[in-house]
């Protein structure tokens, strides 16, 4: 018998406020795409004040938190789950180091982003925060299904 197939590999990935203002929902999903790697669930919403904060839970005691959850509050997000082989790790690779003046050129913020507070995009830096945005952002009927979906299940 053929054994159960693991679960690829998944992250989150966010595009914030600042990256959708600024037109680059297109080249940032391509630069993952191209890579390799495969959508699996994608929407777009504006975050509430107290979602951000749940989201960015880890850094409450920091002092630029509440300024960074009113941020990325602000506007529309792109929330996405991304599949495959390495994702967690590599897509952090794709988004370059937290403070754009220190990410490579090649990165998406060492390439389109300037300072820190607005460094246009989000991925998860582990398995384990992959797996708990993942559930904090999608339900799981919102990622790709194995099968193709019947019209009731949709509605
Ligand atoms: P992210 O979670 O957004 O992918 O960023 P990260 O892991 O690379 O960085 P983290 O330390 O988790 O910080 C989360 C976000 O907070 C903002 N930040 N502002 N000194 C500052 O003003 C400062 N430091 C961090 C950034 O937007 C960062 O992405």
Same mark, same amino acid.
């Given at each position: 018998?053929?054994?159960?197939?693991?679960?690829?590999?998944?992250?989150?990935?966010?595009?914030?406020?600042?990256?959708?203002?600024?037109?680059?929902?297109?080249?940032?999903?391509?630069?993952?795409?191209?890579?390799?790697?495969?959508?699996?669930?994608?929407?777009?919403?504006?975050?509430?004040?107290?979602?951000?904060?749940?989201?960015?839970?880890?850094?409450?005691?920091?002092?630029?938190?509440?300024?960074?959850?009113?941020?990325?509050?602000?506007?529309?997000?792109?929330?996405?789950?991304? !599949?495959? =082989?390495?994702?967690?790790?590599?897509?952090?690779?794709?988004?370059? $180091?937290?403070? %754009?003046?220190? @990410? &490579?050129?090649?990165?998406?913020?060492?390439?389109?982003?300037?300072?820190?507070?607005?460094?246009?995009?989000?991925?998860?830096?582990?398995?384990?925060?992959? !797996?708990? =945005?993942?559930?904090?952002?999608?339900?799981?009927?919102?990622?790709? $299904?194995?099968? %193709?979906?019947? @019209? &009731?299940?949709?509605?």
């Amino acid at each position: 018998q053929e054994a159960h197939a693991a679960q690829m590999e998944r992250t989150f990935i966010a595009i914030k406020p600042d990256g959708v203002q600024r037109g680059l929902i297109a080249e940032i999903i391509s630069r993952f795409e191209r890579k390799g790697f495969k959508l699996v669930a994608i929407k777009i919403l504006v975050p509430s004040k107290e979602f951000a904060q749940k989201h960015y839970h880890d850094l409450k005691d920091r002092p630029f938190f509440n300024g960074l959850c009113a941020f990325l509050s602000s506007g529309p997000v792109v929330a996405m789950v991304w !599949e495959g =082989e390495g994702v967690i790790k590599y897509g952090r690779k794709l988004i370059g $180091a937290t403070d %754009p003046q220190k @990410s &490579e050129p090649g990165t998406i913020r060492g390439d389109l982003a300037v300072v820190v507070g607005r460094n246009i995009i989000h991925g998860s830096d582990g398995p384990e925060t992959a !797996e708990d =945005e993942i559930n904090l952002w999608f339900k799981p009927q919102e990622l790709m $299904a194995a099968k %193709p979906l019947t @019209s &009731e299940a949709i509605a």
